[in-house]
C-alpha cells in the first residue's frame, strides 16, 4: 500500500458524526421536595457533576438548581468547567471573585479509551456562612456510590442523591 491508500483508510475509519456533534448537553437533575429542603437545610444553592469527557475534557454532565449563580456560570461559560478542575486539583473550598463559595471534590473512574484513569469532579455551590464539614459526609457517599458505575445515568443519580439527602434530612 502506498501513503495515499493508508491516508483513505484512516480517513474512513474517523467517526465524523461524533467530532461534529458537539459537546455533551448537560442533563438537569431533579429531586423529591425533602431532598431539596435537606439540600438547601446543609447550605446547598447548586450542584454539578464534572466529567472529564474523552473527546471534549471536562464539561458539565449533571446539574442541580440552574438558579444557582455558579450552575449559570458553568452551562454558559465553557472553559470554567475547565477551570474548577484544575482548581480541584488542589483546593476543597473555592471563594470566587463574585463571592459565590464552592465545595470541590474529586473522584476517579477508569477511561474507555485509554489505560488510565479520568478525573471527574463534584461541585456544590453553597451559602457563605455555610461550614463545608457538613457538606464532606455526603460527598464522600456520594463520590462512593458513582465513582464505580460503568454507564452513570440522570435516574441513577437522582435517586443516589436523594436517598443521601434524605437519610441526611433524618438524621439532623
Request: proline content about 4%; glycine content about 6%; overall charge positive.
Amino acid at each position: 500500500m502506498n501513503k495515499l491508500e493508508d491516508i483513505v483508510i484512516l480517513m474512513n475509519e474517523i467517526n465524523f458524526d461524533s467530532i461534529f456533534s458537539g459537546a455533551p448537553l448537560p442533563e438537569r437533575l431533579s429531586l423529591s421536595r425533602r431532598a431539596l429542603n435537606s439540600f438547601k437545610k446543609i447550605g446547598g444553592k447548586g450542584l454539578a457533576i464534572i466529567v472529564s469527557d474523552e473527546e471534549w475534557g471536562p464539561v458539565v454532565k449533571y446539574y442541580y438548581l440552574k438558579r444557582s449563580r455558579i450552575i449559570t456560570k458553568l452551562l454558559e461559560n465553557k472553559s470554567l468547567p475547565v477551570e474548577l478542575s484544575i482548581a480541584g486539583k488542589y483546593a476543597e473550598e473555592i471563594l470566587m471573585k463574585d463571592g459565590s463559595k464552592l465545595v470541590i471534590s474529586s473522584y476517579e473512574v477508569p477511561s474507555d479509551k485509554y489505560k488510565r484513569k479520568k478525573t471527574n469532579y463534584i461541585v456544590i455551590e453553597v451559602s457563605p456562612d455555610t461550614n463545608a464539614e457538613k457538606l464532606k459526609p455526603i460527598m464522600e457517599k456520594l463520590k462512593r456510590e458513582i465513582a464505580n458505575v460503568k454507564n452513570l445515568n440522570k435516574g441513577f443519580l437522582r435517586k443516589i442523591l436523594i436517598n443521601l439527602l434524605d437519610k441526611h434530612g433524618e438524621n439532623s
